[in-house]
């Protein structure tokens, strides 16, 4: 296993600017991956990570083997303004002015030791491409993508997992965006999609 500290993120350098994000995150995973001696390898990311292995899987499809990509879902087609509504939470100077409850919970995390709260900010804000329906159908790799079925954030798996020509969708009971991830029918429904 390859585990990466994205920009902005973990020890990586943590840069307060929006244009140091977005698409150049995908850059990145190539970096570590040709690092790493990796030519080609599953793939698999939540939240912010599921969107960085879609990009990787769209611009670098030779890459990835199979994809996880999860916290992610039916919104990935919608409006950047969520993402927005989330970085100004962030860079909100009193948390008691934030009234959205996804904003809150965002906040809370981001005010964890250790967490940059203005580099996730300009993460969060930062313009990215987001792909089309169609372009996912020329996608020949296996995807897997997993939300939980209280993630009001992701929304559904099974449209986006319906975009690819071999998507597959697996819902997680009783998890939200926070809770997901370390849940074991997560972890359960990744291994058992790596082996097969």
Same mark, same amino acid.
């Given at each position: 296993?390859?585990?990466?500290?994205?920009r902005g993120?973990?020890? *990586?350098?943590?840069?307060?600017d929006?244009?140091?994000?977005?698409?150049?995150?995908?850059?990145?995973? +190539? *970096? +570590?991956?040709?690092?790493?001696?990796?030519?080609?390898?599953a793939?698999?990311?939540?939240?912010?990570?599921? %969107?960085? $292995?879609?990009?990787? &899987?769209?611009?670098? @499809?030779?890459?990835?083997?199979?994809? %996880?990509?999860?916290g %992610?879902?039916? $919104?990935?087609?919608?409006? !950047?303004?969520?993402?927005?509504?989330?970085a100004?939470?962030?860079?909100?100077?009193?948390?008691?002015? %934030? $009234?959205?409850?996804?904003? !809150?919970?965002?906040?809370?995390?981001?005010?964890?030791?250790? !967490?940059?709260?203005?580099?996730?900010?300009?993460?969060?804000?930062?313009?990215?491409?987001?792909?089309?329906?169609?372009?996912?159908?020329?996608?020949? +790799?296996?995807?897997?993508?997993?939300?939980g079925?209280k993630?009001?954030?992701?929304g559904? @798996?099974?449209?986006?997992?319906?975009?690819? $020509?071999?998507?597959?969708?697996?819902?997680?009971?009783?998890?939200d965006?926070?809770?997901?991830?370390?849940d074991r029918?997560?972890k359960?429904?990744?291994?058992?999609f &790596?082996?097969?």
């Amino acid at each position: 296993v390859v585990a990466m500290d994205c920009r902005g993120h973990g020890d *990586s350098d943590k840069p307060h600017d929006d244009a140091a994000y977005g698409d150049k995150m995908v850059s990145d995973i +190539v *970096s +570590v991956m040709d690092a790493a001696g990796v030519a080609r390898a599953a793939v698999m990311g939540y939240s912010m990570g599921g %969107i960085l $292995t879609v990009g990787l &899987l769209m611009t670098h @499809p030779g890459r990835v083997s199979r994809a %996880i990509v999860a916290g %992610i879902g039916e $919104t990935y087609f919608g409006s !950047k303004s969520y993402r927005r509504g989330i970085a100004d939470a962030l860079r909100a100077r009193d948390p008691s002015t %934030i $009234t959205d409850p996804q904003q !809150k919970a965002f906040r809370a995390f981001a005010s964890q030791g250790g !967490k940059d709260m203005l580099a996730l900010a300009a993460c969060m804000s930062a313009d990215r491409t987001v792909y089309t329906k169609d372009q996912f159908r020329g996608c020949q +790799v296996a995807v897997l993508v997993v939300d939980g079925d209280k993630d009001t954030q992701a929304g559904r @798996p099974e449209p986006l997992a319906a975009a690819f $020509t071999d998507g597959r969708a697996v819902i997680v009971p009783g998890r939200d965006h926070m809770t997901a991830v370390g849940d074991r029918a997560y972890k359960q429904a990744a291994l058992a999609f &790596l082996l097969t």
